[in-house]
């Protein structure tokens, strides 16, 4: 047991980590467990244990201890001008999802920590890829970067009063402010009345087709945001929505692996 915590503390670095609040991971996870099969389900209990909601928390104890496996490039996903994944070696989310799913699928083979590193991967890793902080364009440079931008401060119907701010804390727990008091549970239900109607949507192709449509989410962002650009009020709310839109694509793709790597 101790080596299955070693592994996941280094596959969780702080550092290099750039996934959502807790809370957030935790709706996620359990909106992806009602998405389930059985089958998927049974063998998620079997090798993370019956309290799924601890897991989470125990990822965010492994980030907070900040040990490293790779660099940050293996959370992340790169597409090109056309928004096809950019795949020159292993170190990205899209490679280690793919061959963590491998792993699963043949897990009759494989060690039971092998087979549960592999599924804490795919768990994590996905929700990485559909965190905006972690997606990079090549036609936008900048993407890649944790740039200063100004957030507006002011409350509505007052004057915007700017702040400057980091660009991947936004992403990573900015939005979770607005809702501290929402449980997990509260999250799922949201999600679910919002995006539940684009499930078999979300669930449906590749992990390099869920990339390149985080690019076609992330796109229209950084056309317009860079470096000191100024996020106001509504902007800001629209913004949410984008990052939502991120939750939502994560919870069903964990399910979609699970169903696959488990069928």
């Keep these: 047991m101790k080596k299955i915590f070693l592994a996941l503390a280094l596959l969780m670095g702080v550092y290099?980590?750039?996934a959502w609040n807790w809370v957030?991971?935790?709706a996620t996870l359990l909106l992806a467990y009602e998405n389930m099969t059985p089958k998927a389900q049974e063998e998620l209990k079997r090798y993370l244990g019956e309290n799924i909601r601890s897991q989470v928390q125990t990822f965010e104890a492994a980030r907070k201890k900040g040990d490293l496996l790779e660099t940050a490039d293996w959370r992340t996903i790169t597409l090109?001008?056309?928004l096809k994944p950019v795949l020159a070696d292993d170190?990205?989310?899209i490679v280690q999802i793919e061959n963590a799913v491998e792993v699963v699928k043949n897990r009759a083979s494989k060690s039971e920590d092998e087979v549960e590193f592999a599924i804490?991967?795919?768990i994590e890793l996905t929700i990485e890829m559909h965190n905006i902080a972690n997606v990079y364009l090549e036609d936008y440079p900048y993407s890649k970067e944790d740039f200063e931008y100004r957030h507006s401060q002011g409350g509505y119907g007052k004057k915007e009063k700017f702040?400057?701010?980091k660009w991947k804390s936004l992403w990573t727990y900015g939005f979770s402010?607005?809702?501290s008091?929402?449980?997990a549970e509260m999250h799922v239900r949201d999600l679910k009345v919002c995006h539940g109607r684009y499930k078999d949507q979300y669930m449906a192709g590749t992990v390099r087709d869920w990339a390149t449509d985080m690019g076609k989410l992330a796109k229209p962002l950084y056309e317009w945001a860079g470096p000191f650009c100024d996020l106001s009020r509504q902007s800001h709310a629209e913004e949410e929505e984008r990052f939502y839109a991120g939750v939502a694509r994560a919870s069903f793709r964990i399910a979609a692996l699970m169903n696959e790597a488990t069928k």
Excluded: G
């Design 16 to 18: 290099s980590a750039q």
């Design 24 to 26: 957030y991971d935790q």
């Design 80 to 82: 090109d001008s056309e």
């Design 91 to 93: 170190k990205n989310a």
């Design 120 to 122: 804490r991967k795919i």
């Design 163 to 165: 702040k400057n701010r």
């Design 177 to 179: 402010v607005f809702h």
């Design 181 to 183: 008091a929402w449980s």
